[in-house]
């Protein structure tokens, strides 16, 4: 009679394994199922050199290869299942840091197209600024433009007195003495000549204004440009 050792390592040696997929099956398989099923455990109790054995050797040799095809298959399945999850927790990762990547370009879009919002808005307010400030200055042009009509008018008049004024002055008031005409002459000079300096400032402001105006027409028109092509993007989202 052979010993429990070599009949073990024996028969241990003898186990073959058949049908993998379930044996790595995820959901639960009974141990009886496994054994006959994905092991050739019938075929080996029911071969020749277990079946000629005599009644309790017999029974002892079956016994051994029912726990060999056991817990060999057992073993196997805990092997299968431990690599499934291996791959499980690596697929897992993977897809995390997937994951964590598309979160962190989501997030570098969200952050340009925020960007390209509030630019848009900022030009959008400088237009609205230098609309404003055009307005505004027409509006100073033209009250500049409506006081230097003055001006010229009161110049017209001016001329226009002192033309009188001399021609009443030869005609009528030779009684007034030379003082009192000079006097008289001199004072309406010197506001003549004040007129127009004031004149030929409001002129200079007005060329000023003209040209600032113009600036910023040109500033407003390139702000636009610039918005109409932000827009486009804007109306990707």
Request: hydrophobic fraction near 30%; aromatic fraction near 8%; charged fraction near 35%.
């Amino acid at each position: 009679m052979v010993s429990n050792r070599e009949l073990f390592d024996y028969w241990y040696s003898q186990v073959r394994f058949k049908n993998e997929t379930l044996i790595a099956a995820p959901g639960h398989v009974e141990t009886f199922k496994l054994r006959h099923d994905c092991t050739n455990y019938d075929q080996l109790w029911k071969s020749p050199a277990v079946t000629q054995l005599p009644g309790l050797e017999q029974d002892r040799t079956v016994a051994v290869i029912k726990y060999v095809c056991t817990s060999r298959v057992l073993q196997r399945r805990s092997t299968l299942l431990r690599s499934k999850i291996t791959e499980i927790e690596d697929s897992y990762e993977q897809l995390e840091a997937e994951r964590s990547n598309f979160e962190k370009i989501i997030r570098r879009f969200q952050q340009v197209l925020f960007g390209k919002v509030k630019e848009a808005e900022t030009l959008q307010a400088k237009i609205r600024t230098l609309t404003t400030e055009n307005e505004a200055l027409k509006v100073e042009a033209e009250t500049s433009k409506a006081y230097t009509e003055l001006l010229e008018k009161f110049e017209t008049l001016q001329k226009a007195f002192e033309k009188e004024s001399k021609r009443r002055k030869e005609l009528g008031k030779k009684n007034q003495s030379l003082g009192g005409r000079v006097a008289h002459t001199r004072r309406f000079r010197k506001e003549r000549d004040e007129a127009r300096a004031i004149l030929l400032e409001q002129k200079e402001q007005i060329a000023q204004l003209t040209q600032l105006n113009r600036t910023l027409e040109t500033q407003n028109r390139e702000m636009r440009e610039q918005l109409s092509q932000l827009q486009p993007q804007q109306s990707l989202t």
